[in-house]
């Protein structure tokens, strides 16, 4: 259905595009033939109107301020649209395809749509907080995406951690929820375990430093947005790269700052079998294991994600 919906998007886009040039040669041909009268206006008529008006000091003060704020609105917009060819070419040159200032009900729709778009059988990569409202709830952007892809790799941060209480502890004004930190980290593991066990190509490692950046890589575009340390994620602006095949946007540096994240051995990968953290060296080599549970912590109600 929603690749029904897709294509159908695709199609009403191409039906817009048609109809602008229809409407763009329409144009073209009425100028074309609205030529002759106009000049037989600027020989004839226009000549007796301006004998008519020259003499008349009103009439000509009125003609020349009307001219000069044309002239005024013409090179105001002439210097606009400079400035923003200018930034219109630094976000090319950065990779930005897309920005979202506020998440209301269009944004949304739209985010999530592009979303699935992008990363439909793609490989992901993900870091966050929880994943909870990312992920796990059906309505979130991320829910059908992580369904369908091919690998995920998704980084969440550690709720033992003393990064998760404090970030737990700022957010705690935010919202009101019946899901703790701890609960919602357990149903992202809960959700993730239903696909690995769905023969989904799905790995976890858990963080335990303070979040800065919330990073979805889905193909080959990524979303990015920051993490303010006492505002909800969804109040934040959300910004989409594009990766270029010239590598000078910024897709390559957030992604190379996550595959560092990624390979860290200070990062443990959580085991969906043992339901233990499990520490490797650079070599890849386990050296230690730790047995992980949720049952021990149960605080906070800011939603996080």
């Known amino acids: 259905m929603r690749q029904l919906w897709i294509e159908l998007r695709t199609l009403a886009k191409g039906a817009m595009d048609l109809c602008f040039h229809s409407v763009v040669i329409a144009l073209s041909a009425g100028v074309a033939f609205s030529l002759p009268s106009a000049a037989r206006f600027l020989g004839r008529d226009f000549l007796g109107y301006w004998s008519q008006i020259e003499n008349d000091k009103v009439s000509l003060v009125t003609i020349e301020v009307a001219l000069a704020m044309l002239l005024i609105a013409c090179t105001n917009y002439l210097r606009r649209s400079i400035r923003d060819r200018k930034l219109a070419e630094m ?11 506020t998440r209301n009900r269009l944004a949304e729709s739209r985010m999530k749509k592009l979303k699935y778009a992008h990363g439909l059988v793609r490989n992901i990569m993900l870091i966050g907080s929880t994943g909870y409202r990312t992920f796990v709830d059906p309505k979130g952007d991320l829910h059908f995406v992580l369904k369908n892809c091919m690998e995920g790799k998704i980084l969440l941060l550690n709720p033992h951690s003393d990064a998760a209480r404090a970030r737990a502890r700022a957010l705690g004004h935010v919202d009101s929820v019946t899901d703790g930190f701890p609960e919602q980290v357990a ?22 430093d303070p979040p800065h950046v919330k990073l979805a890589i889905l193909g080959d575009h990524m979303w990015l947005q920051h993490y303010h340390p006492s505002r909800d994620a969804h109040s934040m602006p959300e910004y989409v790269f594009r990766h270029n095949q010239d590598e000078l946007g910024l897709y390559p540096l957030f992604y190379q700052y996550f595959v560092k994240r990624w390979e860290s051995p200070e990062i443990p990968e959580y085991d969906f079998a043992t339901d233990e953290l499990v520490y490797r060296d650079s070599a890849g080599n386990v050296v230690n294991r730790k047995s992980f549970s949720l049952e021990e912590e149960k605080r906070g109600a800011a939603v996080l994600n």
């Not at 976000?91 to 979202?100: E, I, K, N, W």
């Not at 809960?190 to 696909?195: G, I, T």
């Not at 190509?201 to 858990?206: H, M, N, P, V, Y």
Request: avoid cysteine; proline fraction near 3%; charged fraction near 20%.
């Open 91 to 101: 976000a090319a040159h950065t990779g930005l395809a897309y920005f979202f200032p």
């Open 187 to 208: 149903k992202s593991i809960a959700f993730l375990k239903q696909l690995k066990a769905a023969q989904k190509s799905i790995k976890l490692k858990l963080y335990a």
